[in-house]
């Protein structure tokens, strides 16, 4: 085990599955305790934690709905009783909801906006309250913003919210040592991406970057270790875009 983050403390939301599993178990591998945030599948987050003790790392599950700002505190006071710190914070938890403009209802618009932006910012929040000198926090934005693809509009204007939050946020947070980034993937392979996309679909999607191919959950997590660990201390403020030349 690469001991990198020894010492430190990782929240990870959503993290039972897809990408936020794999930056969890990429953390813990290198030493970080830590937390396994879902809002709806205890088993799979805990089958993450068993995985993750398996290979010698450490971590529990905590449950918060991220879109609520009593469940984002509730899930920060949970840390700070458990490992008494929190040292990272890496906003992975969001949803995509892909519809035309025409289509788009209230509920779609909101639900996309509670959990990507209002999620994010109050999480944010918690880590300036919370984290002490040498924090790090890693934000999720995507590549679709500079991809102009139909029906992502919405969840495109979320992670351009994100975005601005990282820029804004760098300077008020870097008298504290604490830095904030955002990484924005290109279509990875994760259920988010695929769900409800023929091979077609996905093939295309995938040619469409100087690999042919979709990214995977390693190509991104192993940026986000990055951005966590100490290498990244003069790195704030920025949207780091991982996505094979996909834009």
């Known amino acids: 085990m690469d001991q990198t983050l020894t010492g430190k403390v990782a929240i990870v939301t959503g993290a039972s599955r897809g990408m936020g599993q794999n930056i969890a178990e990429e953390l813990a591998l290198h030493g970080a305790k830590v937390i396994v945030n879902y809002a ?36 920060f006071q949970q840390t700070l009783e458990t490992y008494g710190q929190v040292d990272i914070l890496v906003n992975n938890a969001g949803i995509m909801i892909t519809k035309s403009v025409a289509q788009f209802t209230e509920e779609d618009f909101d639900k996309q906006f509670a959990i990507n932006v209002k999620g994010t910012f109050f999480a944010c929040q918690q880590a300036a309250l919370h984290m002490k000198e040498n924090g790090r926090i890693i934000n ?11 029906t992502y509009s919405v969840y495109a ?18 008298p504290k040592g604490i830095t904030i980034n955002a990484v924005a993937p ?8 695929t769900a409800g996309k023929t091979e077609e679909q996905i093939k295309a999607v995938g040619s469409m970057n100087s690999f042919g191919r979709l990214g995977e959950p390693d190509d991104i997590s192993s940026v986000v270790l990055f951005l966590a660990g100490p290498a990244s201390q ?10 094979g030349g996909f834009v």
């Not at 529990?60 to 991220?66: E, H, L, M, S």
């Not at 999720?140 to 139909?150: E, I, K, L, R």
């Not at 992670?159 to 870097?174: C, H, P």
Request: glycine fraction near 12%; aromatic fraction near 6%.
């Open 186 to 193: 290109g279509p990875v392979n994760t259920e988010l991406f």
């Open 40 to 75: 709806t599948s205890p088993g799979k987050a805990e089958e993450v934690v068993a995985g993750i003790r398996q290979r010698g790392g450490e971590a529990v599950a905590i449950q918060a709905d991220i879109s609520r700002v009593a469940e984002i505190e509730r899930l």
């Open 140 to 150: 999720f934005s995507t590549s679709v913003a500079g991809q102009m693809f139909p």
């Open 234 to 243: 003069w790195v704030t403020g920025q949207t780091i875009r991982v996505n």
């Open 157 to 174: 204007g979320t992670k351009g919210a994100v975005e601005q939050f990282t820029r804004q946020l760098a300077k008020e947070l870097g």
